[in-house]
């Protein structure tokens, strides 16, 4: 198992990733500044990898605890490595199992994740072998939201990241079981088409979907970040969804 030191959300937190693995980058960014965790509460990250987003949502929302669960065992192992490393095993516990297994008498109050992107094996070959858990995945996207809305409390925030072309299928999934459902979509580029979306519902909620004005990763023709985009990656800026 060959792993790397890195720094994530401009060295708020340190730890260490496969260097053959998925490796943690703008969508956990985006993903945990959504959050808009309040002081007290537990929140949950199904698919924590490495811990790269759990992390960096412990270290934004210092006064909360967070769960985090993880299939792949070596990737489980050094999350909870990473805890260590950041001095976070007061807040932070990390479990190796399926997240759509869990289960667990406590209701929490948010949950958060970045799903695999791609139900069908033969959609997408991963670059890397050791990718293919983070990038594909033998349960629907459907399942993952249907686990994580059934581990909430009434008014619990569920929080995920991911193709922008699934919209019509996480809107689906959430329809007669959440809502106040924000959505954010995400351009690479200015003069591009969304490739991501985050989505934001709250378990029970009544208000009306809204959709946000989108996040622009790169102005066109520039290589550099937006000035929002740049301080998402950073962690200096989160995103306002609650309503």
Known sequence: MTRTPDA????KIRLYQLEDGYRAGMDAAVLIAALNLQPGQTAMEFGCGAGAALLGAAALYDQVQFIGIELDTKAAALAQENV??????????????????????????????????????????????????????????????????????????????????????????????AGAVTVLPIHVRSDETAKRVLVQATKTGKAPLQIRPPLVLHQAGETGFTAEADALFRGELRLEFRR
């Open 84 to 177: 260590a490393l950041n001095d976070m095993t007061g807040r932070v516990r990390v479990i190796e199992g399926d997240a759509l297994g869990y289960h667990d008498a406590r209701e929490l109050d948010a949950v958060f994740f970045n799903p695999p992107f791609f139900d069908d094996p033969t959609a997408l070959r991963a670059p890397k072998a050791g990718k293919t858990p983070a990038w594909m995945s033998d349960a629907g996207l459907v399942a993952w939201i249907d686990t994580g809305l059934r581990r909430l409390k009434s008014g619990g925030v569920i929080t995920l990241i991911q193709r922008a072309d699934r919209l019509d299928d996480i809107l689906a999934a959430l329809k007669g079981r």
């Open 8 to 11: 994530f959300l401009g060295g």
